[in-house]
């Protein structure tokens, strides 16, 4: 996930939230950095406020549409300006929101938005007699409750959206660890083999030689 904002309090607060609710969160607190970080990173959905120094929201996502970076944008705007709003869906946001707003509700439309993007119809994801919950964070087996780390559930969440394909290691990588952090992607064999312990040996497929696939729901 990438927050772009230049208010420091809300922008640790969107961070903390969405970490909270086990996303990986990267930050940018100008246009010019949300730029470079849209055309060199892969997020699965971006909170855009409008309002940036060096380079305004609007130019920035127009500059991702126009070279062909796709990931859903929720635009943040201010309350009443609603000039804001359809010059941002014009420029290819997906959704907006309007400031003040409830931190609630950011995420409610960022789970939307994923959940469209990956072609999901239902808030819960299911696969066989696994359950997993974006909202709650929560994940159960037959309907008893299964802990997990922040990154264990980052990599099954990751597979059970993307269930239809095969997902390889190097993406997982990049949609698990926000980008200052050391990434290493031979540590999703450990999660793998730590969600596979947990949940069931066969809920996950290894694809020789290209990477991880969810089993075909029963």
Known sequence: MLVVEDEPLL???????????GYAVDTATDGAAADFLGHTESYDAVVLDLGLPKMDG????????????TMPV????????WHEKVQGIDGGADDYVAK?????EVLARLRALIRRTSGQMTSELVCGDVALSPKLARVTLAGVPVKLTSHEFRVLSYLMHH????????ELTEHIYAQDFDRDSNTVEVFIARL????GSDLIETIRG????????S
């Not at 596979?196 to 949940?199: A, G, S, V, Y």
């Not at 290209?210 to 729901?217: E, I």
């Open 11 to 21: 922008l640790r607060q969107l961070s903390q939230a969405l970490t909270d609710a």
């Open 196 to 199: 596979r312990k947990k949940l």
């Open 163 to 170: 269930r239809e394909r095969v997902v390889s290691q190097s």
């Open 100 to 104: 003040p707003f409830q931190i609630e």
């Open 210 to 217: 290209l990477g991880y696939r969810m089993k075909a729901a």
């Open 74 to 81: 929720l635009v943040v705007t201010a309350r009443g300006s």
């Open 58 to 69: 609007l130019t920035v996502l127009r500059r991702w549409r126009e070279s062909g970076v």
